[in-house]
């Protein structure tokens, strides 16, 4: 969901659409669940401690030091530990640089958002490994 | 101050990847292919293109890390890869270099900021799919990596004197998890 998330701030449709259909498949949700938390994750429902570690991408996404600690404090408060934090960064950064090669280079995106939500269960299962990638 | 829990006597970026060796392991191996090859772009145009995107970036520990690693490859050459920051297109580099650092500024924006004409450029200029991918892939990459280092607000030396002996390491080292296992370079 933070990759999808991200990936959207960034309006890199390949990537949103994978990113957001692996977040369908493991929420086990709609297509239009995960677009409302990419729209406004602060209405979505979703837990107090995923928005506020969704606010902390937004802001990694604009530049790391966009990242105040209030938000650090906040996400703290709802739970989040250092670990969840520093993924939640380092996610954010790594979607900064798979956006950027993807719609750097001009690579094609199906447009049909279908294809992403059929490939999702194959792409979970498998995971990201390059020996996977090649199907 | 960092906002995570990490190694005080690790500087910058080496400190998130102690907190994370699992995260750090692949960030080493991409970091040594990309920036340690020499095939086609030299190692010292590489570590150009990362301190140019790192400058754009305002990230103070990686513009400074790689500025000084360029250093190194450039014969102690200071002077020009300040004129690479400040305007590489009056910089003494080749105009292959200043084509693929236009393409480099345009991805730092955002990769759909590259334009067909930029590449025709750099085409023109010299420029093979290996070096528009992996000019392409070095600026993605920085972006990746000067958010990581401000986004947890890493700490950031501000002795300058210690960037060159971290470079020196790397020149002699590589990247991987060595530079946070060891200890780090002290004053010779």
Known sequence: MIGAYVSSLNDCFFCENVHGAMAQHYYQCDTHFIDQVKADFTSASISEKLKSLLAIAGSVQQGGKKVTAAQIDLARSFGATDREIHDTVLIAAAFCMFNRYVDGLGTWAPQDRQ????????????????????K | MPYISVDENLPGVRALLAFRPETATPIGALAEILLRSSDSLSRADRELIATYVSSLNDCFYCNHSHGEIAVCYLNGNRDLVDSVRNNYQDAAIS????????????????????SPADIINARHQGASDRDIHDTVLITAVFCMMNRYVDGLDAYTPQDMSSYPLRAKQIVE?????????QAQPDKE
Do not use: E, P, T, W
């Open chain 1, 115 to 134: 294809v992403y939500i059929d490939r999702a269960a194959m792409r979970a299962k498998d995971g990201y490994s390059q020996s996977s990638l090649k």
């Open chain 2, 95 to 114: 105009d292959k270099m200043k084509s693929l650092l236009q393409i480099a500024g345009k991805v730092q924006q955002s990769g759909k900021s590259v």
């Open chain 2, 173 to 181: 080292k590589g990247y991987g998890n060595h530079v946070f296992l």
